[in-house]
T-cell receptor, first 115, second 113 residues
Framework: ETGVTQTPRHLVMGMTNKKSLKCEQH?????MYWYKQSAKKPLELMFV???????ENNSVPSRFSPECPNSSHLFLHLHTLQPEDSALYLC??????????????FGPGTRLTVT | ELKVEQNPLFLSMQEGKNYTIYCNYS?????LYWYRQDPGKSLESLFV?????AVKQEGRLMASLDTKARLSTLHITAAVHDLSATYFC?????????????FGTGTLLAVQP
């Protein structure tokens, strides 16, 4: 595997379900990100991790729970979601944080539908 | 708060024509990115612009940055159908501790034969 991978690619879940999204980067980067992309809206940054530590939580509801066990893996645990949470969830990584951190590399995304 | 605006939001153009997508941002920033997204796919990095007056070209696409005007342009020359996609600009918050990208709303480009 190369670059940034995400699984699953598609997920349909009920509002009472619990599921997890997985992201893995094979680039040796230290920073990882979760974004939400809804129809007709700009990408929204959700969480940022640097060296496994969370550095940004962009006022995300607690029904989204991130986990970063190491610099290569990032999870997004989902529970009691709402239909408006249906979106494309993108993971990204960069070498590190700060202005010199470089560009972010994105995974293919998970298309989430909440029924 | 840094805001990024793109226009147009939708662009339908014929093959062989030239056009420009504009990206304005509201506060000082030290770098600007252009990404391409095909339907159902992820974002692909096209250009990174790091300084005032920076110009980068790849094939039929050319990006430029004017930090004084807080404006970047993505110019398409002699469009071909393969360029059909959504194009996003993104700006890094200046001097921030986190490499936080603020994205524009995107421009959906449809190149017609």
């Amino acid at each position: 595997e190369t670059g940034v991978t995400q699984t699953p690619r598609h997920l349909v879940m009920g509002m009472t379900n619990k599921k997890s999204l997985k992201c893995e980067q094979h680039l040796g980067h230290n920073a990882m990100y979760w974004y939400k992309q809804s129809a007709k809206k700009p990408l929204e940054l959700m969480f940022v991790y640097n060296f496994k530590e969370q550095t940004e939580n962009n006022s995300v509801p607690s029904r989204f729970s991130p986990e970063c066990p190491n610099s290569s893996h990032l999870f997004l645990h989902l529970h009691t979601l709402q239909p408006e949470d249906s979106a494309l969830y993108l993971c990204a990584s960069s070498q590190d944080l700060g202005g010199g951190g470089g560009e972010q590399y994105f995974g293919p995304g998970t298309r989430l539908t909440v029924t | 708060e840094l805001k990024v605006e793109q226009n147009p939001l939708f662009l339908s153009m014929q093959e062989g024509k030239n056009y420009t997508i504009y990206c304005n941002y509201s506060t000082t920033s030290d770098r600007l990115y252009w990404y391409r997204q095909d339907p159902g796919k992820s974002l692909e990095s096209l250009f990174v612009l790091l300084s005032n007056g920076a110009v980068k070209q790849e094939g039929r696409l050319m990006a430029s940055l004017d930090t004084k005007a807080r404006l970047s342009t993505l110019h398409i020359t002699a469009a071909v159908h393969d360029l059909s996609a959504t194009y996003f600009c993104a700006v890094t918050n200046y001097g921030g501790a986190t490499n936080k990208l603020i994205f524009g709303t995107g421009t959906l480009l449809a190149v017609q034969p």
